[in-house]
């Protein structure tokens, strides 16, 4: 295990007022997205978008990393410079998604599981080759009344600790990514009650492979109501809630915590983080690590067209710029 290299990761990933860009959606999900736009989907489409993400200038301002899916860490910009490279030398800590996507879980029929540690030590080391220094694995969770299972629970965080273990002996910092989905109808407390097991045994599984918690980063979601829920919580709540839950079963030990979006609006997805670093102190940084909230306007706004790129990203640089000053709690509403 290379411990020098962990923990200089670690300290690039958590500068101050920074965070992540999770551009790492797979082919299926950046051609869902492109559909939205009426884009075809081809290598050179999504070149181009993550061309257009990655040249936008001033981003290494607000984000530290950006999380890619493999064949964007193979490609290139324009001017032939390697993606990893381009990042890299903006300062900007090139990662990679490595699970290979959810797959129907034979143990809990109705639930998913996660697929991709077969081969995963060689995929890291060439990862690691192409310029990777940390990696990235999601596993999903529905919440009903029955839901998430006690298998489930246990499967997923067992793939997460193995995954968490292969990426630190090879010198990769792990984003763990327990998402408990905002899909369905749930309560908050619902949510905050599914949240609290799931972390309980991602955490007791880390401990039991071994995994060092100062060097990782977790990605979990908030504790928030379904979006077909009939009550939605306030931006208080939600921030009180998840703050309580992760006090509960998140090690102080853990450097960092870089939430998903998982389909929250933009601005509230900034107002969560935003008000989660007014709150009582916490033990670790509290950052995001977005997709949907930090590119969606970006993304509508570019439409595939040549002549949209800088406006695009100045779309992308104002989410960046609004969810770092969430990091640091001074983010205002009427700076929308
Ligand atoms: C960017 O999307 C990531 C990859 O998704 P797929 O494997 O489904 O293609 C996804 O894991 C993402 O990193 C997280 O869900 C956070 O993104 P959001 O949009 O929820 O902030």
Same mark, same amino acid.
């Given at each position: 295990m290379n411990i020098e290299q962990l923990q200089s990761t670690i300290k690039a990933i958590t500068a101050s007022g920074k965070g992540i860009l999770a551009a790492d959606e797979s082919t299926g999900t950046i051609t869902k997205r492109f559909k939205s736009i009426n884009l075809e989907s081809t290598e050179e489409s999504r070149r181009a978008y993550r061309d257009l993400l990655f040249t936008t200038v001033d981003l290494e301002k607000y984000v530290s990393g950006i999380i890619l899916f493999e064949e964007t860490l193979k490609q290139q910009a324009l001017d032939g410079t390697p993606f990893p490279k381009l990042?890299?030398? *903006?300062?900007?800590?090139? @990662?990679?998604?490595?699970?290979?996507? /959810?797959?129907?879980?034979?143990?809990?029929?109705?639930?998913?599981?996660?697929?991709? !540690?077969? @081969? /995963?030590?060689?995929?890291?080391?060439?990862?690691?080759?192409?310029?990777? *220094? +940390?990696?990235?694995? *999601?596993?999903? $969770?529905?919440?009903t009344d029955t839901f998430p299972s006690r298998i489930a629970i246990h499967i997923n965080a067992e793939q997460l600790a193995r995954y968490a273990a292969i990426c630190q002996s090879q010198g990769i910092v792990p984003i763990?990514?327990?998402?408990? !989905?905002?899909?369905?109808?749930?309560?908050?407390?619902?949510?905050?009650?599914?949240?609290?097991?799931?972390?309980?045994?991602? +955490?007791?599984?880390?401990?039991?492979?071994?995994?060092?918690?100062? $060097? &990782?980063i977790l990605k979990p979601s908030m504790v928030i109501a379904g979006k077909d829920?009939? #009550?939605?919580?306030? &931006?208080?709540?939600?921030?009180? %809630?998840?703050i309580k839950i992760l006090k509960r079963k998140v090690p102080a030990a853990v450097p960092t915590i870089? +939430? /998903?979006?998982?389909?929250?609006?933009?601005?509230?997805?900034?107002?969560? !983080?935003?008000?989660?670093?007014?709150?009582?102190?916490?033990?670790?940084?509290?950052?995001?690590? $977005?997709?949907?909230?930090?590119?969606?306007?970006?993304?509508?706004?570019? @439409?595939? =067209? #040549? %002549?949209?790129?800088?406006?695009?990203? =100045?779309?992308?640089?104002?989410?960046?710029? /609004?969810?770092?000053?969430?990091?640091?709690?001074?983010?205002? %509403?009427?700076?929308?």
């Open positions: 990042l890299a030398d *903006r300062g900007i800590v090139p @990662g990679i998604k490595v699970d290979k996507g /959810l797959i129907a879980n034979e143990s809990a029929p109705e639930e998913k599981t996660t697929q991709g !540690l077969d @081969g /995963l030590p060689e995929r890291l080391a060439e990862y690691k080759a192409l310029g990777a *220094r +940390f990696a990235k694995w *999601r596993v999903v $969770y529905n919440v763990v990514e327990p998402e408990v !989905l905002m899909d369905g109808d749930h309560s908050i407390e619902q949510c905050a009650v599914a949240t609290e097991h799931v972390l309980d045994h991602v +955490f007791d599984s880390l401990a039991k492979h071994h995994v060092i918690s100062e $060097y &990782i829920h009939n #009550k939605q919580a306030s &931006i208080e709540q939600v921030a009180e %809630e998840t870089n +939430f /998903l979006s998982g389909g929250q609006s933009n601005e509230a997805a900034t107002q969560h !983080l935003n008000t989660m670093n007014q709150l009582s102190n916490t033990p670790w940084n509290l950052s995001f690590s $977005y997709g949907r909230a930090l590119q969606s306007s970006a993304l509508k706004t570019w @439409g595939g =067209q #040549k %002549e949209n790129v800088k406006a695009a990203q =100045q779309q992308l640089l104002k989410r960046a710029q /609004l969810n770092s000053l969430a990091t640091l709690g001074k983010y205002e %509403e009427n700076m929308e």
